[in-house]
């Protein structure tokens, strides 16, 4: 027997380690994990919820109907469930603050007529109003007692931030216009409004804040 042929002489074959067959594993599992992580954030990215949309500005005691609104496809998440879906019964419902046109609609801007805590009033304005106040504008109303002679006291805020549902211009006066105004206004305050319509109080609308 040569040397060649000795056992001794022959090279070993080493087995692979297991944790380089672990670390192959774990890389793979990671690689499919990451995969499917991106697919799950882009299908709910992608999935969208049919919601309710105001078709034209809603002012305060409004009763909404169905076609009061359009439908919108919007992926809104969590939040999916805070908005009005199409197909909800609208049945009884008006709305309970200013939605404007084209806002997704939120549940708690629609709610039964008795829960609400406002209602209108119809009021003279003995001024003209400024062309910035349209219906879903805020407005403070001021009232002015009268006094002797055809005069008037000292002006006071008799509501605040009142909201306006429909306006009338009369231009046919000289010296100015008026105009009628149907306000939402807090039921807390239709007492002393109507008092003061009712006393031919001086009445006029000013804008919140000022001119829009």
Do not use: C
Request: charged letters at 20%; aromatic letters at 4%.
């Amino acid at each position: 027997m040569s040397a060649f042929d000795s056992p001794q002489s022959a090279p070993k074959r080493r087995r692979p380690a297991r944790w380089a067959d672990l670390r192959f594993v774990l890389g793979i599992v990671l690689i499919v994990a990451s995969v499917v992580g991106v697919w799950a954030v882009v299908a709910v990215a992608r999935q969208t919820t049919p919601v309710l949309a105001a078709a034209h500005t809603i002012v305060p005691g409004d009763r909404v109907t169905a076609d009061d609104f359009a439908v919108v496809d919007v992926a809104l998440g969590r939040t999916a469930e805070t908005y009005v879906h199409s197909g909800a019964d609208l049945s009884g419902r008006v709305a309970d603050r200013t939605i404007p046109a084209g806002e997704l609609v939120p549940h708690d801007a629609l709610v039964t007529a008795r829960s609400r805590a406002t209602t209108t009033v119809v009021v003279e304005s003995t001024a003209d109003v400024p062309t910035s106040i349209r219906p879903g504008s805020t407005v403070d109303v001021w009232a002015a007692e009268p006094e002797e002679q055809h005069s008037y006291g000292t002006p006071k805020i008799l509501v605040s931030d009142a909201v306006v549902a429909k306006v009338a211009k009369d231009d046919s006066m000289l010296g100015g216009g008026s105009a009628s105004l149907e306000l939402v206004i807090p039921r807390a305050d239709v007492a002393d409004a109507l008092a003061a319509i009712a006393a031919d109080w001086a009445v006029s609308v000013v804008p919140t804040g000022g001119a829009e």
